[in-house]
């Protein structure tokens, strides 16, 4: 169950899309095809297999390690494995700017910085600063969220007839495609299976990926259905949106503290 996991993993990260060619060589000159399917599972001459190794060891007709021998764009899908890097609610494998394109370094951003009991104060405002925006703002601001999350060519479209996806943009080296959806909804607000679904219907055709943002939180039916579904979105809610925006500086930031101390050298000249 974990290695399916894995495998599903690198569809959650964006790294590779469902319907993705899989090629098994565990011998020279014997090619063997099959495809990665929406659920993490592999299908091959009419067979669903759940891991990597059991379509190898198929194929091969003893065990073998399917991760160093299946592969997927000419490599072999342990390096995709070793991409992967977990975040909140499955926001997997994403790649991250350089350092130098970072909007804070690590010691001045605010998450990182000050006491601890400052921070929930910190979050409550920014939530409900992301209230105060107009709908058009949100968008936007999402927009640059995506960006500083590593995407590119992030692109809004929200408004009438936007079919349901308010923005697009791509995962860098990868291109792959990624549809977002922006909702300001008020604290207590639970988004559910409809609108989760509405965008999954939109990315058909045109899209790898979908991201569901929003300033309330999802129903355990809406979270419940991407999760049993295997469904390639990635949903963030709005604690989960204002604690990575402080994370990397986003819409914050540090105010140097002043210290006073005590003058020794003004003391020590004193009648000299």
Not at 16 to 33: D, F, H, I, T
Not at 105 to 124: I, M, V, W
Not at 162 to 170: F, H, R
């Amino acid at each position: 169950m974990a290695r399916r996991m894995v495998l599903g993993s690198l569809l959650n990260s964006g790294l590779l899309a469902s319907g993705e060619e899989l090629v098994c060589e565990p011998r020279r000159g014997e090619r063997y095809k099959a495809t990665l399917r929406e659920d993490g599972s592999i299908y091959a001459d009419g067979t669903k297999f759940d891991t990597p190794s059991r379509w190898a060891s198929h194929v091969a007709g003893n065990q073998v390690n399917g991760w160093k021998v299946v592969t997927a764009r000419g490599k072999p899908l342990d390096m995709y494995r070793k991409q992967v890097v977990v975040g909140p609610r499955g926001f997997m494998g994403l790649p991250q700017p350089p350092a130098s394109q970072q909007t804070a370094t690590k010691a001045e951003q605010p998450g990182q910085q000050g006491s601890e009991a400052l921070q929930p104060d910190l979050r409550q405002q920014l939530l409900q600063r992301l209230h105060e925006l107009a709908l058009e703002q949100f968008e936007h601001l999402v927009g640059e969220f995506l960006k500083a999350k590593g995407l590119t060519v992030v692109r809004s479209r929200g408004g009438p007839g936007d079919e349901g996806v308010d923005g697009e943009c791509t995962v860098p080296f990868l291109k792959l495609k990624v549809a977002f959806q922006a909702k300001r909804y008020a604290a207590g607000h639970n988004v559910g299976i409809d609108p989760v679904q509405r965008l999954r219907g939109s990315m058909t055709g045109g899209f790898d990926r979908g991201i569901f943002i929003i300033t309330s939180s999802y129903s355990p039916a809406a979270e419940g259905w991407v999760q049993e579904t295997g469904a390639p979105i990635t949903l963030i809610d709005g604690n989960e949106l204002v604690d990575e925006m402080i994370r990397m500086g986003l819409g914050v930031k540090a105010i140097p503290v002043v210290e006073a101390q005590i003058d020794e050298v003004f003391f020590e000249g004193l009648g000299a």
